[in-house]
């Protein structure tokens, strides 16, 4: 076993000469799990879209079911994983965590290609894609354990950002690859990815390492749990991350649904995804530089203009402002994931006097907000699936959007930027909040 004993990142000369190396390799093949993770989680999102054409008659509902359990599964699946790190090792449970994504690709090749496959079979498959979204969770509390302090926010960043990329390539790659010969190949979305999640898990194995320090903080997270800050911030990143995860679940379907005589557009959804991932840096950076509760405000007032763009192009059927405007959305979606993140050790900066247990609280806050804003994916999916169900347009669930982005902005504004806020804790503007 890989477990290496001795690890002082924060030390200049141990990280020159040792830590840095080992370090940038764990990060590699942290991310390259990572992202294989995302491209499994999101596998259904295209291949539902292709169901009808070899003889899988649903209908919309069990459509969006197909959609809303992997988001699901994989949120509640982010907590246990964020405390597998500790308990396994690094390299243990990331080796553990991408042979897992072998299950739903076997699933879904099996069910794709046998005539007749039960929608309930359909269901646990989707199911099993849901590993593929605990991944996020334990790869960044498996990197934050390598990186000194002032240089987590760039590994985690681009941690993050590979893995959410995995959305944007299973959108782009899988629209190809099943048309590669006579018809539709659906069984080839599945067995794509299975010589990657091969290699993936043997690199985890024989080249990343398990830090003895890593070890579980049951206290940081029952004080995380106690504070209402960890509350607000889950809030508020349902609103950029279920918006980021859900909107990339949905919007293939949503082409295909809303706009059928431009459904040939369903092989560019992964531009949304894409943008939306490479903004995620920029949102750290901005935060960075004017503040992230400033971000965060204008990203919620450029989400629900988004918004508003889309209820105008589907009661207009306007093909070319429905597509901007979701791309739009992702890009805000992912700009709002950074500084929301940029916020988090920041407020609880100001929470304790002791830098170590806030420093622990907040990499507490992380986990619970990443599991409530996947989990905000589930929503999104939800009001899309009772509103074409029930009215036959998207309307009434793009309304309801709207009004969720509306509570959002109002409680950025609340907590972190009123005059008041400030005159009462200056320490919150001191911090950067």
């Not at 240089?151 to 590979?162: E, F, H, Q, S």
């Not at 295909?256 to 431009?262: E, N, R």
């Not at 204008?298 to 405007?325: E, H, P, Q």
């Amino acid at each position: 076993m890989s477990w290496i004993d001795h690890w002082e990142p924060e030390k200049p000369e141990f990280w020159e000469s040792r830590g840095k190396r080992i370090a940038r390799k764990n990060l590699a093949f942290s991310i390259l799990a990572e992202n294989l993770g995302f491209s499994v989680w999101v596998l259904m999102s295209i291949v539902v879209v292709s169901l009808g054409s070899v003889g899988f008659d649903f209908s919309v509902g069990q459509q969006f079911w197909l959609l809303i359990v992997p988001n699901l599964v994989g949120a509640a699946l982010r907590v246990p994983y964020t405390f597998a790190v500790p308990r396994f090792g690094g390299r243990a449970w990331t080796t553990i965590s991408a042979g897992l994504l072998l299950i739903p690709c076997a699933m879904l090749a099996h069910a794709v290609s046998t005539p007749g496959t039960p929608y309930w079979f359909f269901l646990l498959t989707s199911a099993a894609m849901g590993l593929g979204g605990g991944n996020f969770s334990s790869s960044m509390a498996n990197i934050s354990f390598f990186y000194p302090e002032g240089k987590k926010g760039l590994a985690l960043g681009l941690n993050a950002a590979g893995g959410n990329l995995g959305v944007a390539i299973t959108q782009l790659l899988v629209p190809i690859v099943i048309t590669i010969g006579t018809g539709v190949n659906l069984a080839y979305a599945a067995l794509i990815w299975m010589p990657f999640i091969v290699v993936a898990t043997a690199c985890a194995w024989f080249f990343m390492d398990s830090l003895t320090q890593a070890k579980p903080d049951g206290q940081s997270y029952k004080l995380a749990l106690s504070n209402q800050h960890t509350w607000v911030m889950s809030f508020l990143y349902i609103g950029t991350f279920g918006s980021f995860i859900g909107f990339s679940f949905a919007f293939p379907s949503l082409i295909k649904l809303s706009f059928a005589d431009h459904k040939g557009w369903v092989a560019l959804a992964f531009l949304g995804a894409l943008i939306g991932s490479v903004a995620r840096p920029l949102g750290g950076w901005l935060a960075d530089r004017i503040g992230g509760a400033k971000v965060t405000l204008g990203t919620f007032v450029g989400l629900a203009l988004g918004t508003v763009g889309v209820i105008l192009s589907v009661d207009t059927k306007n093909f070319a402002l429905f597509f901007g405007s979701f791309i739009a959305l992702f890009v805000l979606a992912g700009v709002g994931n950074g500084s929301t993140y940029r916020m988090i050790p920041a407020i609880f900066r100001t929470q304790s006097d002791c830098d170590k247990s806030a420093k622990r609280q907040a990499a507490a806050v992380v986990g619970i907000a990443g599991a409530i804003g996947a989990a905000g994916g589930v929503l999104v999916n939800l009001v899309f699936k009772f509103s074409l169900e029930g009215s036959k347009t998207l309307t009434p669930a793009l309304t309801a959007i709207l009004v969720f982005y509306g509570l959002c902005l109002a409680t950025t504004w609340w907590f972190y930027l009123r005059r008041t806020v400030f005159a009462a804790r200056p320490s919150l503007a001191h911090a950067g909040v």
